[in-house]
Nanobody, 123 residues
Framework: EVRLVESGGGLVQAGGSLRLSCAASGFTFDGYAIGWIRQAPGKEREGVACYSTTDGGVRYADPVKARVTVSFDNAKNTVYLHMNSLKPEDTAVYYC????????????????WGQGTLVTVSS
């Protein structure tokens, strides 16, 4: 089975830090783009950051770019989202997303979603 396994969410006070993990199970991230998307209660989903394993490029959404960092541990097959100076408005369910176009007998598009991990920031 191929899946994304998320962890690291929890309750943290404003100004604190948290590290979310997204581990690839049953496959490797090679060739994938990995994104972090969050959804706050009653709000629409919004992108947070994304990482490309093809060139190591990273992009961050403006509201969080000064406070988050994405890293990739190839040995652990895991992408991390480091969040600092957390604010109550960061409270949301955070989802990991991965997609890639895979070559083979037939070109295949693959897409996976993590189960989500809840981040709650208290004031």
């Amino acid at each position: 089975e191929v899946r994304l396994v998320e962890s690291g969410g929890g309750l943290v006070q404003a100004g604190g830090s948290l590290r979310l993990s997204c581990a690839a199970s049953g496959f490797t991230f090679d060739g994938y783009a990995i994104g972090w998307i969050r959804q706050a209660p009653g709000k629409e989903r919004e992108g947070v950051a994304c990482y490309s394993t093809t060139d190591g490029g990273v992009r961050y959404a403006d509201p969080v770019k000064a406070r988050v960092t994405v890293s990739f541990d190839n040995a652990k097959n895991t992408v991390y989202l480091h969040m600092n100076s957390l604010k109550p408005e960061d409270t949301a369910v955070y989802y990991c997303h991965a997609n890639a176009v895979i070559g083979g007998l037939a070109t295949e598009y693959r897409e996976l979603w993590g189960q989500g991990t809840l981040v709650t920031v208290s004031s």
